[in-house]
Structures are given as C-alpha cells and as structure tokens.
C-alpha cells in the first residue's frame, strides 16, 4: 500500500504543474486514512463536549467580537505571554488531538478543531490564526453540511520539505446535528 500511494503522490506532485487530472490523486488515500484513522474517534466525549461547550459560549459573538479575537490571537503567536494561546493548548481536547498526533508515526501533521463560528477549540500546535471562519478548510467542511469532508490541494512544507494536504471534516452531536469541524494536516510522505 505505502509504495502505490508514494507513486500516486509522485505521479500527482510531479503532474500538478501540467495536468489538473493527476493533482488530485492524493484525495482517495487522504480520504481513506482520515476515515479508518480519524471518524472513529470524533465522537469521544472530549471533542463533543468541548465543542458545544464553545458553541454555547461564544453564541452570542458578532464579527467584530471574533476580529478582535482572531487580533489577539494573531499578535500572541510572536508573543512570550501567551495566555489565550495557552488556555487552547492546555485544555483536555487539544491533549487528545496532540495524543492521536503522536501515535499517527508521523502522518497527522497537525489537528485543530473549530467550533460552529469556525474559531479554534482545540489544537495539536499552534494555528497562525483563530478564526478559520473565512477560509475553505471551514466553509468547504462545516459550511458544506453533515458528513462533510473537504480534502485540500498537495502543498510542500518548506521547513520539513514534506508534501502534505490537508482534510477537513464536519464534526457531528450524537443526534447528528453538525456542531464543528476538524482539519488533520495529511504528511504525504509518511502516509
């Protein structure tokens, strides 16, 4: 399996510049590993608990309350203090995404969970922002409805020089209403 999927990624990087046919060859491995190693786990109490819990808090935030949050967010990431950044990756949820990270061997990049608003909940590492509200990772999961699952273009890390995309999923309650979503950074490499 590992020696189909590196020459499909080979064959989908070194195509992505000619033909848009083979740039999207890494979608049915990412899709296939996001739903045999990830789904499974998205119901634990801790994700469901967490979301909600962010959901009912931040219920009432207009836009300009979650700018002012993204602002803050944004300017502690080249901060030493750090106390909203910290608060995220301390709390029970971003511990069990760094756990799954850590067993992935490699794979899973990153995780970071959005509440209904699209802003952080949990998170493996350090996001460079908040919100990801306006962006596709949310709109194309979340915004997509149930069940949603968005897998993103092939980009090369420039500090690891891995290839690596990423994918977005909805994230349901036990009654199936969609309460947030998951992105999960795919390393193309170790795949």
């Known amino acids: 399996m ?7 990624i080979a064959l989908g990087a070194l195509a992505a510049t000619t033909s848009p046919v083979y ?6 491995p990412v899709t296939a590993y996001v739903q045999e190693n990830v789904v499974p786990w998205l119901s634990d109490p801790t994700v469901i608990v967490a979301i909600k819990a962010q959901n009912d808090k931040n219920a009432g935030l207009a836009a300009t309350d979650i700018d002012a949050l993204d602002k803050k967010w944004r300017a502690e990431v080249e901060a030493s203090d750090r106390p909203m950044i910290n608060e995220v990756l301390n709390n029970a949820l971003s511990k069990l995404l760094q756990e799954k990270q850590a067993a992935s061997s490699g794979t899973i ?3 970071f969970v959005m509440d209904n608003k699209g802003l952080n909940v949990g998170q493996s590492d350090v996001t460079s922002d908040y919100w990801q ?5 949310f709109q194309k999961s979340f915004g997509a409805g149930k069940d949603a699952l968005f897998v993103d273009e092939v980009e090369k890390d420039e500090s690891t020089q891995a ?6 999923l909805t ?3 036990e ?7 998951i992105t ?3 390393n193309l490499d170790a795949l």
């Open 184 to 186: 999960i950074g795919i």
């Open 109 to 111: 990049s990153e995780l």
């Open 175 to 181: 009654t199936g209403t969609p309460i947030g979503a």
């Open 163 to 168: 290839l690596q995309s990423q994918a977005s």
């Open 133 to 137: 509200g306006d962006e596709a990772k």
């Open 171 to 173: 994230i349901s309650d």
């Open 2 to 8: 590992k020696s189909i999927v590196a020459s499909i």
């Open 23 to 28: 740039a999207q060859e890494h979608v049915a």
